[in-house]
């Protein structure tokens, strides 16, 4: 089945430094991949869309100048945490879902999910 | 865009009993999916529901959605330790997915 691989799992940073986060789709090809956060005993709020080769779409209240994707290839995307605050400490995850019919089999459409990323800004 | 609402937010229950957690839609969906988080995991797929009054089963959990594929509902019979976690709804568009709020579910041995 399709494997979405997140990296880091944990990091702990100092206020006003970067992060960068990577999500590699394993055995598939992702041209769309999704960045969500979450906070404790919340839901995931979806951040973004990244898209291989094109700028990424924010949702709305999501500051793309702190929170820079890039989807340089098909099976890599990074969120870049810049400047990050404590504010940002959150749980970060991405998720995908493959191009082709062949990686979800029919009927079965659903989106795969890293193992996410815990960020504490201190 | 599309917005679902989760109910309820939180439920207890003692293992063997049983649990629903319903999903609604002030629009009409074209599917509907429905996740799993484990505590401290992340959310792993579990069901896609696309036709009108479509239930379908996977062992002791049962999903529905609704004639007017505004609702959607999951029934978990016989609870065990092993359903803990977070429960989440949402309408799975190809380009995007937008989750309820999740139901978490707590089972007491």
């Known amino acids: 089945g399709a494997v979405v691989s997140q990296h880091p799992s944990r990091v702990i940073c100092k206020s006003g430094t970067s992060v960068k986060i990577e999500c590699r789709s394993l055995d598939f090809q992702a041209t769309t991949m999704f960045w969500y956060r979450q906070f404790p005993k919340q839901s995931l709020m979806l951040m973004a869309t990244?898209?291989?080769?094109?700028?990424?779409?924010?949702e709305q209240g999501v500051e793309k100048d702190k929170f820079l994707i890039n989807h340089a290839s098909l099976t890599l995307s990074t969120l870049t945490v810049t400047s990050a605050h404590p504010e940002d400490s959150s749980f970060y995850i991405c998720?995908?879902?493959?191009?082709?019919?062949?990686?979800?089999?029919?009927?079965?459409?659903?989106?795969?999910f890293g193992s996410g990323t815990r960020l504490t800004v201190v | 865009g599309q917005q679902v609402m989760q109910i309820p937010q939180y439920q207890h229950v003692q293992e063997g009993e049983d649990f629903t957690t319903y999903c609604n839609s002030s629009t009409t969906l074209s599917n509907i999916q429905w996740y799993k988080q484990r505590p401290g995991g992340h959310p792993v797929f579990l069901i896609q529901l696309v036709k009108s009054g479509e239930v379908k089963k996977q062992k002791r959990l049962t999903f529905q959605f609704g004639e007017a594929k505004k609702n959607s509902s999951l029934h978990i019979t016989a609870t065990q330790t092993t359903d803990v976690g977070t429960y989440f709804c949402g309408p799975g568009g190809y380009n995007k997915l937008i989750f309820g709020a999740g139901t978490r579910l707590a089972v007491h041995p």
């Open positions: 990244s898209n291989e080769g094109s700028k990424a779409t924010y």
């Open positions: 998720s995908a879902r493959g191009g082709q019919d062949r990686d979800f089999p029919r009927g079965n459409y659903g989106y795969t």
